[in-house]
């Protein structure tokens, strides 16, 4: 069975101020993927990242970086001076191959101006 | 917009009544999904589609849901004798199986309310 655990619900930081999110992921299958989903106030899910199981290179994109330790089994998400429209719920999701994605329960951002 | 849509965006409807959901993927994804997400929880599985063939079936779904996706483009999912315990976001996703790992892509959901 797999599970994505967010143990933080939610986080609030003021603008500017680096914040991180944690992601642990529990499976038995060696090839998997991992996602970031953002999930703003109009309740669209936005893609952000997918990171497959023998890529443990920790990558940035703009703002965003994200480190993926199989060690420790957690795919942690950072933001580098948040700013106000980072706010939204943050989902990490995970794939084993069924196609089907298994989805933590979310971590809300609150971002104050 | 190329994206997914789906209809309606909010659904109100009595405790028994059927509800109907509408769901249109990304041109060319063959692949599609139904989800359900509840306050302060992650979406939830329910089915997935590869053309017009249902590959997987949730647990979750019950024998009052039932989902179809005739030609392999849009999808429905169908609700019947719906509950209080129905009231959820149901999304649904596409993804195609050339882009890439089961990168999909959401739609904005529909919100169901059962009072």
């Known amino acids: 069975a797999q599970k994505v655990t967010q143990a933080q619900t939610e986080i609030s930081v003021v603008e500017k101020e680096d914040v991180t999110l944690d992601c642990v992921y529990e499976?038995?299958?060696?090839?998997?993927?991992l996602f970031w989903y953002k999930q703003p106030p109009s309740g669209e899910l936005v893609f952000l990242i997918r990171r497959n199981s023998f890529d443990e290179q920790n990558e940035i994109s703009g703002r965003y970086s994200w480190n993926f330790q199989k060690s420790t089994s957690s795919f942690n998400f950072t933001i580098t001076a948040s700013q106000v429209v980072d706010s939204a719920v943050y989902f990490c999701a995970l794939d084993t191959g069924r196609r089907a994605l298994t989805f933590g329960s979310g971590t809300r951002l609150q971002v104050q101006p | 917009d190329t994206g997914v849509s789906q209809d309606p965006r909010h659904k109100i409807t009595k405790r028994g009544q059927n509800v109907t959901f509408r769901c249109d993927p990304i041109s060319e994804h063959n692949r599609l999904y139904w989800y359900r997400q509840t306050l302060g929880q992650g979406p939830e599985f329910l089915t997935y589609f590869q053309n017009e063939a249902q590959l997987e079936k949730s647990r979750l779904l019950s024998d009052r849901f039932s989902a179809e996706r005739p030609k392999g483009s849009f999808s429905t999912l169908e609700i019947q004798r719906t509950e209080q315990g129905d009231s959820a976001m149901y999304l649904c996703?596409?993804?195609?199986?050339?882009?890439?790992?089961?990168?999909?892509?959401f739609g904005p959901g529909t919100r169901l309310t059962v009072l």
């Open positions: 996703a596409s993804s195609s199986q050339g882009q890439g790992i089961n990168e999909q892509f």
């Open positions: 499976t038995r299958d060696t090839t998997y993927y």
